[in-house]
């Protein structure tokens, strides 16, 4: 009973607004009446007129103008219209209601004489001194009551506008603007076109010769070293960082000192990440932890990339993983012809089908075929229907632990998925062949980085056999935010209290952002000639604990009293630290000042082919220690603790004889 109730007390509000702007209209509409007989009345007075005749005549024909013009406004429905959203053809409807509430009253008038009186010339056609000023006084009348009418609603709608700008604006996030350069400049302009959560109050800038400046009336107030303060000074909620093109120690600096305030911190992304035609402030982010590392930006050449993959077809395999997927977001940036994503996995292929498709257009010529590498015979029937003329090979299992368990699905994956794609890259003359490697095949200690060491001698065999495809490998460290990385981890652990479990306190590892290791991949097609290993100079190592507490600040609490630290010691597999480069490659460089290229080395192919089909049969075999062992012998530098391994064969051997024994 009380929904109906609401229903109705909202409908006598409705109805007394719009009854009210009724009223409104139709005073207006009288007093633009009186205004046109006035200025009438000169010429009426030299015949001898007297005013309070000309008065009284206009009063007779009020009654008139309120009755016609209130059923010409009702007609038009003028008073239903919500003016602050008024548009043009809105404006159109006041035009057309005073227009025809004249024309009708001027001819009622004329047939009727609606304002005759006695001793005052009828406002007939046949009345000589009157009928020479009544025609103006009709068009007065239509032009003072449009004018007027439209002159209150502009009024309105500025005053309405001034109070709603004033409202949003006690409303919205006082914000801090970190550089006071170009980018900065354009936020302003955009915040101050559109809706925004974000009240622009000062600006920072290291420039001495800024400080004091104006930009879009908001003064640079001090430098980077003065954050904390100002942001007390001037009781900030938000701060921008507009500065793209910074990156290194300095950008670890400045957004760490962000971070601390407490107040929100969105970030723009670095240039070479920014999208065209999109207004800078929708390219915002939240400060990640991507952005504490301290390291400086790898840029790349887009014109090389773009020359080799525009108007190609292309297929990536793993495409729906981190990586894949965002290979498939920078490609599709260069037009390719078609781009096929193969991967085994459906929902994550499916995502970033569908993120292209909204991106680029439902007619984008863009495939998804869902099957395993390691279907030899599935493989070349897409070969040879698609005819890819540039593979990107991203599919792998790429979990330590897990691999360390199951070192027969590893091989089957990594390496004979790997060697089927080569071959029918070979097969099919593909002109070039990228693989995605990782820092963990070097010197591997555990089983997913001797498969994928074993993946680069397969990419380095292919390309001494003479083959037409350009076959290369890139390297590379740990990717933020890709899926079984450590930092979705941390995160949930944060979220749920802690503890954030840490394996060793001395533990470090590479880090690169996901955007950076595709750009990464794609440049290397660019230096590709056949049997490289691409290396990044990706800087300082980090150790893990430290990225812990970062991420821990950067949630918002404290580490080792909001949320505490525990180390549960190395996993099965894991090394202190990774390496990006074997002793016997060196090092060469590229026109890239921060990609290297690894010395080739000599691959046995007899040899390494016959090893490669012993482990086929082993493989498949399923003995895992059979395995193992194998791969220390396609890989001469892999180095295995066996206790592990030793441990699970002994607890699944058990659990069998449990089970004969029921």
């Known amino acids: ?366 495939h998804v075929e869902i099957v395993s590498i390691t279907d030899y015979d599935k493989m070349d029937e897409l070969f040879k229907e698609f005819r890819p003329q540039i593979i990107f090979h991203a599919a792998a299992h790429k979990h330590v632990p897990l691999m360390e368990t199951v070192p027969e699905e590893a091989v089957k994956n990594n390496i004979f998925g790997t060697y089927n794609v080569a071959l029918l890259a070979d097969k099919h003359n593909v002109q070039k062949f990228i693989m995605i490697s990782t820092d963990k095949a070097v010197n591997p200690t555990n089983v997913m980085g001797a498969t994928k060491r074993c993946c680069e001698e397969i990419v380095q065999m292919m390309a001494q056999k003479g083959s037409k495809t350009e076959f290369a490998a890139v390297r590379f460290g740990n990717v933020l935010g890709s899926n079984g990385s450590v930092i979705p981890l941390f995160k949930k652990q944060i979220e749920n209290g802690g503890p954030v479990t840490v394996t060793h306190p001395d533990i470090i590892r590479y880090f690169m952002t996901i955007p950076e290791a595709v750009s990464l991949v794609l440049q290397a097609g660019t230096f590709a000639h056949g049997g490289e290993i691409f290396v990044l100079d990706m800087g300082k190592q980090v150790k893990i604990v430290q990225l812990a507490e970062n991420l821990i600040r950067l949630m918002g609490h404290k580490p080792y009293a909001d949320i505490d630290i525990v180390f549960t010691g190395l996993r099965p597999g894991e090394k202190l630290y990774e390496e990006l480069l074997m002793n016997e490659e060196g090092l060469q460089k590229t026109d890239n000042e921060k990609i290297f290229i690894g010395h080739q080395m000599k691959i046995d192919i007899e040899n390494f082919s016959s090893e490669l089909e012993k482990m086929r049969k082993i493989c498949f075999t399923n003995d895992k220690q059979a395995v193992v062992d194998q791969l220390k012998i396609l890989v001469p530098t892999f180095t295995h603790d066996t206790a592990y391994l030793e441990k699970i064969t002994k607890q699944a051997e058990a659990y069998k004889n449990e089970i004969l024994a029921k």
């Open 1 to 366: 009973m009380k929904r109906p109730k609401l229903k109705t007390q909202s409908f006598s509000i409705r109805t007394l607004r719009e009854w009210g702007i009724l009223a409104v209209d139709l005073i207006t509409v009288l007093i633009c009446y009186m205004a046109a007989i006035l200025f009438s009345q000169a010429y009426l007075s030299q015949q001898g007129v007297q005013l309070q005749k000309i008065l009284l005549s206009a009063f007779l024909g009020v009654p008139f103008i309120i009755v016609i013009f209130a059923l010409s406004f009702l007609i038009f429905r003028v008073f239903k219209v919500v003016w602050r959203y008024a548009r043009g053809r809105d404006y159109l409807r006041i035009v057309g209601a005073c227009f025809v509430g004249t024309v009708i009253f001027a001819i009622l008038d004329q047939i009727f004489d609606l304002t005759k009186i006695e001793g005052l010339p009828s406002g007939g056609i046949d009345t000589d001194p009157f009928k020479q000023i009544i025609y103006p006084a009709y068009v007065m009348l239509g032009v003072f009551s449009t004018a007027s009418i439209i002159l209150c609603r502009i009024i309105y709608e500025f005053i309405y506008a001034k109070q709603r700008d004033k409202l949003e604006i006690t409303k919205r996030k006082r914000t801090m603007i970190i550089g006071a350069g170009y980018t900065a400049s354009v936020i302003l302009e955009e915040l101050s076109r559109q809706d925004s959560i974000y009240n622009p109050i000062c600006l920072i800038d290291d420039d001495p010769d800024k400080l004091g400046r104006i930009i879009n009336e908001i003064e640079v107030v001090g430098s980077t070293k003065d954050i904390a303060i100002c942001v007390q000074k001037y009781a900030i909620d938000a701060i921008i960082f507009a500065i793209p093109s910074l990156g290194g120690e300095t950008r670890k600096r400045i957004l760490t000192d962000c971070n601390a305030t407490k107040c929100q911190v969105k970030v723009l992304p670095f240039m070479s990440e920014m999208i065209e035609n999109i207004n800078i402030t929708k390219q915002m982010r939240d400060i990640n932890i991507g952005d504490l590392l301290g390291r400086q930006q790898i840029t790349f050449d887009d014109a090389g990339v773009a020359s080799y993959i525009f108007d190609k077809i292309v297929m990536v395999t793993g495409g729906g993983g981190s990586i894949g997927s965002e290979l498939c977001r920078q490609i599709a940036k260069y037009k390719p012809r078609r781009i096929v994503i193969v991967d085994v996995y459906e929902n994550c292929a499916y995502n970033i089908q569908q993120e292209l498709l909204r991106t680029y257009g439902a007619d984008y010529d863009l």
